[in-house]
């Protein structure tokens, strides 16, 4: 059995509803029973059969709704493996912390297609953080300060998760001058992440190696479901980036979170509307339920 779940930052209506089960069965599924999970926000419909067939019909099929399809089994999960920059917090840090060397535009860049996949993640790193070489170490604090948002719902998601036993590593391409703040506020129990180097106040222009990308991230959620002794089915994995798509892939449940189009495209499931809360959602936890203050 499966379960499509429809998230509406618009609404949702009995006759969504209606029209939504009309589309499974078209399409073969076998439809049962539907169930809000929060009146008009979120609904779970259940269905028998051709997962794929369900994403084609519903994705897209209702204005502002993102639609997660998965098996029912082991929906609540027991691991959640997040990327940090435009996932957990709202910017690229080193996008922001070259603004105050005065480098933006020309970093930006760089980052951009790097998280599309057009180039290779560690080189493009070490030829960013050479550009910062010289910049004052205080830029670093003032950027997490004044730059640095957490992303609406992230607070939610990880403290929901932790308060049921669930284990949350953040592991990030980004620094851990910001990673370990940001993990902290949230609520995460690990943060990972590359280490600028800093001598006599200021940047050297240098990461540490190894980096941490892509392989990394997979290694984490590997290890972390050997750590807990759970299936991978259990796991969930989030981020927006290239560098991403590994550990996306090998999740139980991977999760393109308003992503480049190559992780949307290649993502089982996609967040194009909501905020990180749909991630409770889609494992079946009401609002009601939600923890978001210590």
Not at 17 to 39: F, H, K, M, V
Not at 191 to 212: C, M, S, W, Y
Request: hydrophobic share 55%.
């Amino acid at each position: 059995m499966f379960t499509a779940t429809l998230i509406a930052a618009g609404g949702l209506a009995a006759g969504d509803i209606s029209a939504a089960t009309d589309r499974l069965a078209q399409a073969g599924c076998a439809p049962g029973p539907s169930r809000w999970i929060d009146e008009a926000v979120a609904v779970d419909l259940i269905f028998a059969r051709d997962p794929d067939a369900a994403r084609r019909v519903l994705e897209g099929a209702f204005a502002r709704t993102d639609v997660i399809v998965q098996p029912r089994v082991a929906r609540a999960k027991a691991l959640l493996v997040a990327d940090m920059d435009s996932t957990m917090i709202t910017v690229e840090c080193i996008d922001e912390l070259a603004d105050y060397a005065g480098i933006k535009p020309q970093i930006a860049a760089v980052t951009d297609a790097a998280m599309r996949g057009e180039l290779d993640f560690a080189a493009a790193l070490d030829a960013r953080v050479a550009l910062l070489a010289g910049l004052d170490e205080g830029a670093i604090d003032r950027c997490l300060a004044e730059r640095v948002a957490i992303m609406p719902g992230a607070v939610a998601l990880v403290r929901t998760m932790r308060a049921r036993g669930v284990r949350c590593v953040l592991v990030s391409g980004g620094f851990t001058r910001f990673a370990e703040p940001v993990a902290a506020q949230i609520g995460f129990d690990l943060a990972i992440a590359n280490v600028l180097e800093v001598a006599d106040g200021r940047l050297t222009g240098r990461v540490a190696k190894p980096i941490v990308g892509s392989d990394t991230k997979r290694a984490t959620l590997d290890r972390e479901i050997a750590a807990r002794g759970i299936a991978p089915a259990a796991s969930l994995a989030v981020g927006d980036g290239a560098n991403d798509l590994a550990m996306i892939r090998a999740a139980g449940l991977g999760v393109a979170y308003h992503a480049k189009p190559i992780v949307a495209d290649a993502a089982a499931a996609r967040i194009d509307h909501g905020d990180l809360t749909a991630l409770l959602y889609a494992q079946g936890i009401a609002r009601r339920d939600w923890i978001t203050a210590e």
